[in-house]
């Protein structure tokens, strides 16, 4: 993952977090009387030293669970229809396994660690689910250092208590969500998946009307009937929904995901490469009779070593889809080592794409989004106040929302978030390959000055200026079009910030001390003036 320099959206983000904790500590001293408030203010200055937090949602039975497992690498979410898939549980990194279990009444204690079967069982022994605020398991891997990842009970769930554990966590009534960002499962956009993903936005965005959340069409294998060629139509539909709006401007992408394949492929075993080895090498016409059905797969068959018993373990764990899959790469290059299978599976379940999106539009901008939702509090706080008649503060209330609206108005990222949501679902009306050039500079595709501006890494500081520059102009003259309609013309100015953003971090590389040269000789006019 990035290492979270170089970032292409102007300014030092840890700055933004520096300055979040100045207001934070402001609001302390003008609040000092009101414990809810401080109470409030405290918790969102903690969370600003805290990973970025990301919740995984959906509805019941979408695959938030296994989905969790593949991100991680390691199955320790449970993914059966058991207790503790009905409450909140926070994944975070730690150096030796734990399971902590916090109660509604707030108290704590911890669980016993137990795999079986390479799985993680957790059990919640004589506390009820309805009594549990939420499990947290901490984890030593890798994928976790940098994220606290949230698993979530379903939404529209049978049971009304459980769906509000998931309502009450990522929507509340009062209080900031426990998250900085959202990955929501869907099998097709239905009103109850927009309007969570609306209810979402508005609890966290606050005033920066920033959207940070990817969607995931989930088991998107069945899409196909599990047939060979089942993500390329999910692909084609995930497209489709796009161009469609069909989440309106609510996700900053929507990406195609078979999460049992994607588990499989992050945890895959020796003895299930070489077993699934001996499947490949059958002949096609006796494999495709096996693969027509679960049934089929796992009759006893004259001639192949691989046991009915290992076979039902397979589909356990892959799915008639996955082993499909599975034997066509082992009959190519992806047959060499079962590194190059895992590798090869990961990127067929669309994992890797996801991933990807995730570093990009969220880990990478992971102070942004952390800065957002220390303002939104703070904000929070001054709207509870206006209400009650606060004119005892009336002096730090005005400096402190005054502030508050000069940070929000320099996030320049947070507009950067909004408009690839906006691009990615009902369009600006700029046409398809401008609105492709916009996602790039705002950072769509990878946030470095680079990365933006479409050129290669190594590509010199000189070259990279002089195309910021030519971009920014295009951009303000695109703006400034009278024939353009509002929104078309509010994305023009967020893209022209966005590359004129790079000419000055371009230009403040300091051992490049010819190229700042040159970009102080030939200001360019109206940097951040948008």
């Not at 401080?38 to 949602?57: H, Q, T």
């Not at 589909?315 to 080592?337: E, H, K, P, Y």
């Not at 590359?499 to 300091?510: C, F, I, P, S, Y």
């Not at 000789?521 to 948008?530: F, K, L, M, T």
């Amino acid at each position: 993952m990035n290492d979270g320099n170089d970032h292409g959206a102007g300014g030092d983000r840890g700055e933004l977090v520096t300055a979040a904790h100045r207001l934070i500590e402001d609001a302390l001293r003008v609040f000092a009387d009101s414990p809810e408030a401080c109470a409030s203010l405290r918790a969102a200055a903690a969370r600003l030293d805290e990973p970025l937090r990301v919740a995984i949602a959906g509805m019941v039975k979408a695959g938030k669970s296994t989905l969790l497992n593949a991100i991680i690498g390691d199955e320790i979410a449970p993914t059966d229809a058991g207790e503790c898939t009905r409450v909140v549980t926070w994944y975070r990194y730690g150096r030796t396994p734990r399971i902590t279990l916090h109660t509604t009444a707030g108290t704590s204690r911890e669980l016993p660690v137990t795999r079986i079967d390479g799985r993680l069982e957790v059990r919640l022994a004589d506390v009820a689910a309805a009594e549990v605020d939420r499990l947290e398991v901490e984890w030593p891997t890798s994928g976790l250092r940098h994220l606290t990842l949230i698993d979530t009970p379903g939404i529209a769930s049978l049971s009304a208590d459980v769906s509000a554990r998931s309502t009450d966590a990522l929507i509340p009534d009062n209080g900031a969500s426990v998250a900085d960002a959202m990955i929501y499962l869907l099998r097709h956009p239905r009103e109850t998946d927009v309007e969570f993903l609306e209810a979402f936005r508005a609890s966290t965005e606050g005033a920066s009307g920033t959207v940070c959340a990817i969607a995931v069409l989930s088991r998107a294998d069945e899409i196909g009937a599990g047939r060979i060629d089942a993500m390329l139509s999910a692909q084609d539909i995930a497209a489709r929904y796009r161009s469609q709006g069909a989440l309106q401007d609510l996700a900053l992408d929507l990406i195609p995901i078979a999460g049992l394949l994607a588990q499989s492929a992050r945890t895959l075993r020796e003895s299930e490469f070489e077993a699934l080895v001996e499947l490949a090498g059958l002949e096609r016409a006796d494999r495709d009779r096996m693969l027509l059905s679960a049934d089929r797969f796992v009759r006893p068959t004259p001639g192949i070593t691989v046991s009915p018993a290992r076979r039902a373990a397979l589909l356990d764990r892959f799915g008639v889809f996955g082993v499909r899959v599975a034997a066509s790469l082992l009959r190519g290059a992806a047959g060499t080592s079962s590194t190059a299978l895992a590798a090869a599976l990961r990127g067929q379940s669309g994992l890797d794409s996801l991933l990807d999106a995730v570093e990009r539009l969220m880990r990478a901008r992971t102070d942004l989004l952390k800065a957002r939702g220390a303002l939104t509090v703070v904000e929070r706080v001054l709207r509870d106040d206006a209400r009650r008649g606060g004119s005892v503060r009336r002096e730090g209330v005005e400096r402190l929302s005054a502030a508050l609206e000069c940070m929000l108005a320099n996030a320049h990222g947070l507009d950067e978030l909004r408009l690839v949501a906006r691009l990615r679902g009902v369009g600006t009306g700029l046409g398809r390959l401008l609105e492709r050039e916009a996602e790039r500079l705002v950072g769509a595709f990878g946030d470095t000055p680079r990365e933006r501006l479409g050129l290669p890494a190594d590509a010199p500081v000189t070259e990279a200026i002089a195309r910021a520059r030519r971009l920014a102009g295009a951009w303000r003259s695109r703006a400034r079009d009278p024939r353009l309609a509002s929104e078309a013309a509010r994305a023009c100015a967020v893209v022209t910030r966005s590359a004129e953003a790079q000419v000055a971090l371009l230009a403040a590389d300091g051992t490049r001390s010819r190229a700042r040269l040159a970009l102080l000789s030939e200001p360019v006019a109206g940097v951040g003036q948008e």
